[in-house]
Every structure is written in C-alpha cells, then in structure tokens.
T-cell receptor, first 114, second 113 residues
Framework: ETGVTQSPTHLIKTRGQQVTLRCSSQ?????VSWYQQALGQGPQFIFQ???????GRGNFPPRFSGLQFPNYSSELNVNALELDDSALYLC?????????????FGDGTRLSIL | DQQVKQNSPSLSVQEGRISILNCDYT??????FLWYKKYPAEGPTFLIS?????DKNEDGRFTVFLNKSAKHLSLHIVPSQPGDSAVYFC????????????FGQGTRLTINP
C-alpha cells in the first residue's frame, strides 16, 4: 500500500512569485486536506477536497487555492507569495471526510520565500 | 484563538518509565481527538484516537485518556523506548463541516537511555 507522497520536497521562491505543490493520496482515499506548519507550531488547516470538490476551508486568503483530480491526487497553488508563506506544507488523505477516519500525512514540502 | 493547547513544549523521560503527554481544549463541539507523532523531516504519523463518548482507548503501549468535564486529554506511553523520542501533537476534530484537524503546538519527548 503506497502512502501519501508529496512533491517537491524543497522549494525556494521569491516574493510575488507563484507556486504549485503536488500530492498523491494513499490508495483508496478520496479525501485530501492541506495544512501549513510554521516553525515551532502545529499544522494549520488550509482546505480539504472530497471527490474533486472543496469541502471546507480554513482561515487562509483566496491566493491559496487548490484542485483535486479524478484520481484523487491534489494540488495546492499559492499566488503572490509573501515572506510569511515560508513553511512546511503538509498533505493528508483519508478514506472519507468523516471525523472518525484518521488522516494520513505525507512528508511535506518545505517552502522558503526569499 | 488557540482551541487546542499543549502547555509543555518538552518532556524528558527515562527509558522503561511512563511518558505522559497532556493536552487541553476549549471547544466542547470537538467529538474526536487524535495523537500524532512526528520525526524530523517526516510528516506526522497517526498514533491513536478517541471518541468523545469514551474516556479511554488503548493500543499496545499507547493509551489515551479523555476527561470531558475538564476538557483534557492525555497520552500515556509505557514502557517508554528510545524510538519514542519525537514531537507529539494532539489534534481535535468536529463532526460537522470539513474534516478539519485542529492541532496543538506539540511536545518534544526525549527518552533517555
């Protein structure tokens, strides 16, 4: 069973640029969530996709957007990058969006903004 | 507004003894609680969860206790092993809307030989 995989592992961008991060969900999982983890903090929920539709959003501005594809893989796009966007971006997948289904995380993409 | 809090940034325990990690929450609408373990350069790994209708859940060396009246949960690891050294995150989720995990800030557990 293949777990959650994310690419790239590291990325360096400059302010104002745009970035796309990718995530392949665990086999059989149709729900994908994205989290941002700043240094020394717990992960913060960005949004969730279920069967290709956005299923909820955290307190992030519209320049954070996403997609889920028919194979349930997902992308996170961030426009107009700011210095505060420097963080670890984690993708998690689950069997479905029920609260009793554990979310399984990838190893993340470390994004650095210069 | 920190709805889930882990007030101890770090904890050091002797190998073979019990490790107790604590977590407090403020939102009574949470209905599931989870613990994740995180090694450096890896994503969080799911450890154990508990429903709000239970007060204890056990899985091998790991036991989670929930005290709803105090809005407090704890993770007990016994016996502690060197491989348990990691950052532990407590998380909570509501049974409505998106499957949004609300995390604490984490506790770094170090197991000393």
């Amino acid at each position: 069973e293949t777990g959650v995989t994310q690419s790239p592992t590291h990325l360096i961008k400059t302010r104002g640029q745009q970035v796309t991060l990718r995530c392949s969900s665990q086999s059989g999982h149709n729900t994908v969530s994205w989290y941002q983890q700043a240094l020394g903090q717990g992960p913060q929920f960005i949004f969730q996709y279920y069967r290709e539709e956005e299923n909820g959003r955290g307190n992030f501005p519209p320049r954070f957007s996403g997609l889920q594809f028919p194979n349930y893989s997902s992308e996170l796009n961030v426009n107009a990058l700011e210095l505060d966007d420097s963080a670890l971006y984690l993708c998690a997948s689950s069997l479905n969006p029920r609260s009793d289904q554990p979310q399984h995380f990838g190893d993340g993409t470390r994004l650095s903004i210069l | 507004d920190q709805q889930v809090k882990q007030n101890s940034p770090s904890l050091s325990v002797q190998e073979g003894r019990i490790s107790i990690l604590n977590c407090d929450y403020t939102n009574s609408m949470f209905d599931y609680f989870l613990w994740y373990k995180k090694y450096p350069a890896e994503g969080p790994t799911f450890l154990i969860s508990i429903s709000s209708i239970k007060d204890k859940n056990e899985d091998g060396r790991f036991t989670v206790f929930l005290n709803k009246s105090a809005k407090h949960l704890s993770l007990h690891i016994v016996p502690s092993q060197p491989g348990d050294s990691a950052v532990y995150f407590c998380a909570a989720i509501m049974n409505q809307g998106a499957q949004k995990l609300v995390f604490g800030q984490g506790t770094r557990l170090t197991i000393n030989p």
